[in-house]
T-cell receptor, first 113, second 110 residues
Framework: NAGVMQNPRHLVRRRGQEARLRCSPM?????VYWYRQLPEEGLKFMVY????????ESGMPKERFSAEFPKEGPSILRIQQVVRGDSAAYFC???????????FGDGTRLSIL | GIQVEQSPPDLILQEGANSTLRCNFS?????LQWFHQNPWGQLINLFY???GTKQNGRLSATTVATERYSLLYISSSQTTDSGVYFC????????????FGPGTRLSVLP
């Protein structure tokens, strides 16, 4: 049973470009969570999604960031017009139900030049 | 929101030593997990332990929910145990997202 798959593992963008990060949850999991880890810090919650719905986006910056989890395909975290401060590791987690253990992917390391 | 503290912030051990890592949280929780982030940045799920005690090899964990703390025990430490250990909690009354502690950075020396 494959784990949570994130791609790409590493992503380099120049300031002003767009970054798209993908997350395929574990089989049978319909709840997806995105977290951001800045250098030398812990993980911070960004957004919680179920299929086709955003349940909680209280941790998302108000501008430039968006997330989706379509009926078919992976969840996407999209960052428009990236800036240096967006450089971080972005982790995705999934669970079969709310309040069940969350299983984490290996993360996407985003570097902004 | 809920506050999560971890101690100690840094720990250096000689290979073979035992250690105890602590996680304190400020409110009732539905879920508590311990993670190990290895030097390559991968997050390894160690325990799902909202209450009680669990053991897995050289690692064990205990959560006393009524007193709002959890302990992670590492026995006979190995160099591969090095990395950052995070405690993460899910607040009982607020959402399903995790609040992570700041972590304990463990270095095990050969």
């Amino acid at each position: 049973n494959a784990g949570v798959m994130q791609n790409p593992r590493h992503l380099v963008r120049r300031r002003g470009q767009e970054a798209r990060l993908r997350c395929s949850p574990m089989k049978g999991h319909s709840h997806v969570y995105w977290y951001r880890q800045l250098p030398e810090e812990g993980l911070k919650f960004m957004v919680y999604l179920q299929k086709e719905n955003i349940i909680d986006e209280s941790g998302m910056p108000k501008e430039r960031f968006s997330a989706e989890f379509p009926k078919e395909g992976p969840s996407i975290l999209r960052i428009q017009q990236v800036v240096r401060g967006d450089s971080a590791a972005y982790f995705c987690a999934s669970s079969p139900h709310p309040r069940q253990p969350q299983h984490f992917g290996d993360g996407t390391r985003l570097s902004i030049l | 929101g809920i506050q999560v503290e971890q101690s100690p912030p840094d720990l250096i051990l000689q290979e073979g030593a035992n250690s105890t890592l602590r996680c304190n949280f400020s409110d009732s929780v539905n879920n508590l997990q311990w993670f190990h982030q290895n030097p390559w940045g991968q997050l390894i799920n160690l325990f799902y332990i909202p209450s009680g005690t669990k053991q897995n090899g050289r690692l064990s964990a205990t959560t006393v929910a009524t007193e709002r703390y959890s302990l992670l025990y590492i026995s006979s430490s190995q160099t591969t145990d090095s990395g950052v250990y995070f405690c993460a909690v899910e607040h009982e009354n607020y959402g399903q997202n995790f609040v992570f502690g700041p972590g304990t950075r463990l270095s095990v020396l050969p």
